[in-house]
């Protein structure tokens, strides 16, 4: 049972619009959550972060959102450049319960900007 | 270069064979992590150790092994090797605690043949 879900593999932006990339968890205990961007043979690379006690986090470009009702969350990339390209994926980390502290991935999404 | 090291890049190797998968982690950093990456699918926690103790398992199949030796590294003992477990073995660490970002190494592509 997958408990950090992006059902969007790919998603294909042209340059300088936004992108959006969602991510959707089951587990009510994760209270920290996390973007990491991947490039091809590479290891992931962290992007930003939100903990649960706030509903967005800026870093530059790059935003998270957080909407604990809907146990979902969200990364918005404006505007969006082709160095952008890459694979995102959506973690999510609990104190308690089975992920023990530990991150859980979800499958990745594959973002294409298109100059 | 993200200060965690893992060797080797690649490993081809046969079934039924045993391998051994090395991480470095970042200076200073006490807990060190397994994850694999299969075609299609997200990174699965496999283990984490910190200094030197197992601190919590993850969908790690008994034919698997791991440690972390005094000087902080760490290896990932895969046995009796399958097609299946073809995949990109990452490892990554953090100082210790559970917030922040994991910093990961570049992975190791194992492909059984």
């Known amino acids: 049972d997958q408990q950090v879900k992006q059902n969007s593999p790919s998603l294909s932006v042209q340059e300088g619009r936004i992108s959006i990339l969602n991510c959707d968890y089951t587990n009510s205990m994760f209270d920290y959550f996390l973007w990491y961007k991947k490039y091809p043979a590479e290891g992931p690379t962290f992007l930003i972060s939100?903990?649960?006690?706030?509903d967005k986090n800026e870093d530059g470009r790059f935003t998270v959102f957080l909407n604990k009702s809907a146990k979902h969350l969200s990364l918005h990339i404006v505007p969006s450049q082709p160095g952008d390209s890459a694979v995102y994926f959506c973690a999510a980390s609990g104190r308690y319960g089975g992920s023990q502290g530990n991150l859980i991935f979800g499958k990745g999404t594959k973002l294409s900007v298109k100059p | 270069d993200s200060g965690v090291t893992q060797t080797p890049k690649h490993l081809i190797t046969a079934t039924g064979q045993r391998v051994t998968l090395r991480c470095s982690p970042r200076?200073?950093?006490?807990?060190v992590y397994w994850y694999q990456q299969s075609l299609d699918q997200g990174l699965q926690f496999l283990i984490q150790?910190?200094?030197?103790?197992?601190?919590a398992k993850g969908n790690i199949l008994e034919r698997f092994s791991a440690q972390q030796f005094p000087d902080l590294h760490s290896e990932l003992n895969l046995s009796s090797l399958e097609l299946g477990d073809s995949a990109l073995y990452f490892c990554?660490?953090?100082?210790?605690?559970?917030?922040?970002?994991?910093?990961f190494g570049s992975g190791t592509r194992l492909t059984v043949v």
């Open positions: 990554a660490s953090t100082p210790g605690g559970r917030m922040g970002g994991y910093t």
């Open positions: 200076s200073g950093d006490l807990s």
């Open positions: 939100i903990s649960s006690i706030k």
């Open positions: 150790y910190y200094n030197g103790e197992e601190r």
